[in-house]
């Protein structure tokens, strides 16, 4: 089975530059979608999931810096370069500021950024690996995302690869908001009506199963997203 290429959100208005990126990415392995501005990039992050984003910071209609704030309110954690002829001071900090993993001033050198994005995917992949040996304690309830299993009592429960899934981004952000459109483009692939309609009914399933322990709750924070409220042990 081929090996899924990793994806990266490139938007950049510079046609020349864009393309050369663009198809020296290509040549090493990644998939890129190129965008010319910041609000046909948000569209297409709201559209696809992505490993990795490449923002240009001036751009027509929605600025890089605009951009970066639309994408880390859908997903928080995905890495994000900026990639700029502003080379201010104040700039760079603003950048980083906003959740930026880089700031690459233009020109630079192609491979250099190659190796940086090499690097920090495979961080985040290293921390996945982590993750995904973790288990909760959800009030009564154990849960272990690894062998999907739900435990209650001395009775367990297997779950379907969605709602371990779904339970295990709740579990993540316990008694935080999980955004919605995070949730649905990690295990559902779109942020789409239909889709959202599915995730409402995986909501409602795992609801049912931890109604068992009247302290937790899966709250719905309208138009936001959800939140696993479990009450935290008393030190």
Not at 13 to 42: A, P, S, T
Request: hydrophobic letters at 40%.
């Amino acid at each position: 089975m081929e090996e899924k290429k990793p994806k990266i959100l490139l938007c950049e208005d510079d046609q020349n530059l864009g393309l050369v990126l663009k198809n020296y990415l290509e040549l090493n392995d990644f998939d890129v979608v190129l965008e010319r501005d910041g609000r046909l990039g948000l569209a297409a992050f709201q559209r696809e999931k992505f490993d990795l984003c490449l923002l240009d910071v001036m751009m027509p209609n929605m600025d890089g810096f605009s951009l970066a704030e639309e994408i880390r309110d859908i997903d928080p954690d995905i890495p994000l370069f900026f990639l700029s002829a502003k080379t201010m001071k104040e700039d760079i900090i603003q950048g980083y500021k906003l959740g930026a993993d880089d700031y690459i001033t233009k020109p630079f050198d192609s491979e250099v950024l190659l190796m940086k994005i090499k690097a920090i995917l495979k961080r985040n992949e290293e921390l996945n690996k982590e993750n995904e040996n973790k288990e909760f304690d959800l009030g009564s309830f154990h849960f272990n995302p690894k062998l999907r299993e739900l435990s209650h009592n001395g009775q367990t429960q297997t779950l379907s690869p969605k709602e371990n899934e779904l339970l295990k981004m709740l579990a993540e952000h316990m008694n935080d908001l999980l955004p919605r459109e995070q949730a649905l483009k990690k295990i559902w692939g779109s942020d789409t009506y239909f889709n959202g309609r599915s995730m409402d009914v995986y909501i409602a399933k795992l609801r049912k199963y931890l109604k068992e322990d009247s302290n937790i709750e899966i709250v719905n924070i309208h138009g936001n997203g959800f939140r696993l409220v479990v009450p935290v042990p008393e030190r």
